[in-house]
């Protein structure tokens, strides 16, 4: 298999990009975090993170969310080059090529999402919890994706994949064809221009790529997320349930938080909770890369010292994360 995706190129794109954040540092530094109290663990699962907010005495300075950051940037490097390094280990005398395009674009993916979440923490930790949970779906769907296809053995699923993405364009064309005509100038005008391609492509266009890539007759659709988890390990599917459904729901605007503080609309909107939501989602970042390897080393059948070192990089990230906010906040595990 012919390694496309170039760990040390993502690397060193990453790290250009990181030292624009620091260029943040002196600007931040000097200010408080609107984060009053005690704050709630945030462990990958020790909690429910909906549930929890900050309220009374303690304080966390931009400094200190700045540091978390460094911490996370530094874990997710090393979990970066771990990947490319198992997923050289992968490497195959032949293979299809939608393996490797999928491969390529999956990890590409991949090694980036998790850039921006520490941008968008580094540079506005005050706002960032709703983009940042975007960013970890759209990571978490990309290592399922990548997960379920390398899985198989052959490139049946990478063939799947791909034309789940042909049948998605077929039934957007014809969505957008409805309104050629329509009296609606704006609509008839844009709606006209976007059918302007130089291939549309039909549903027997369609039946013609299955044909053409030796899918089996009358295959179904893609799998949906949650099953793509389920056939990956038990592990994954937890995954889908705890991590995968919340971040699901606050693309939808949902203020399921009312539900677990009934008495108090205002903690809503308290300044705290965003900024809370979104340290929680930097660990959940570092988290799902963390998990990716671990996955990714079951898989390719490592041995033992490879899954240790896998664990022995995950580790200390986690540790040091916990301490410095101990220092920071009082730590609990109620509401």
Request: hydrophobic letters at 40%.
């Amino acid at each position: 298999m012919h390694f496309l995706f170039d760990a040390a190129s993502v690397l060193v794109l990453f790290l250009l990009l990181i030292e624009k954040m620091q260029n943040r540092k002196d600007e931040v530094s000097s200010r408080i975090l609107p984060i009053k109290g005690k704050l709630s663990k945030f462990d990958y699962l020790s909690l429910r993170w909906k549930t929890r907010r900050m309220s009374s005495k303690s304080e966390l300075s931009a400094n200190q969310v700045y540091r978390l950051v460094k911490i996370y940037e530094s874990g997710a490097e090393d979990q970066l080059s771990i990947m490319g390094t198992l997923y050289r280990k992968s490497e195959q005398s032949k293979v299809h090529f939608l393996e490797s395009m999928s491969y390529q674009y999956l990890l590409n993916r991949i090694g980036f999402e998790p850039l921006h979440v520490l941008m968008t923490v580094s540079q506005n930790p005050w706002m960032a919890d709703a983009s940042c949970a975007a960013l970890n779906r759209s990571l978490f769907e990309c290592a399922v994706n990548f997960l379920y296809i390398i899985s198989a053995g052959d490139a049946t699923r990478a063939k799947h994949f791909f034309v789940d993405a042909f049948r998605m364009e077929v039934v957007m064309d014809e969505a957008i064809s409805k309104w050629v005509g329509y009296e609606d100038k704006f609509i008839h005008d844009n709606a006209n221009n976007m059918t302007k391609v130089n291939f549309r492509p039909s549903r027997a266009d369609l039946e013609k790529e299955k044909l053409k890539l030796g899918l089996p007759v009358g295959i179904g659709r893609y799998p949906s997320v949650e099953q793509r988890c389920k056939d990956i390990s038990p592990r994954w599917h937890f995954f889908y349930d705890s991590m995968y459904r919340g971040l699901s729901s606050w693309q939808h605007g949902d203020p399921s938080r009312y539900i677990f503080e009934p008495k108090s609309s205002e903690s809503l909107n308290e300044p705290s909770r965003p900024v809370f939501e979104g340290l929680v989602q930097l660990a959940w970042m570092y988290q799902i890369l963390y998990e990716t390897n671990r996955e990714l080393a079951v898989i390719l059948k490592c041995d033992q010292n490879i899954r240790d070192s896998i664990d022995g990089t995950y580790a200390p990230v986690k540790v040091e994360a916990r301490a410095l906010l101990e220092k920071a906040v009082a730590f609990y595990h109620g509401v």
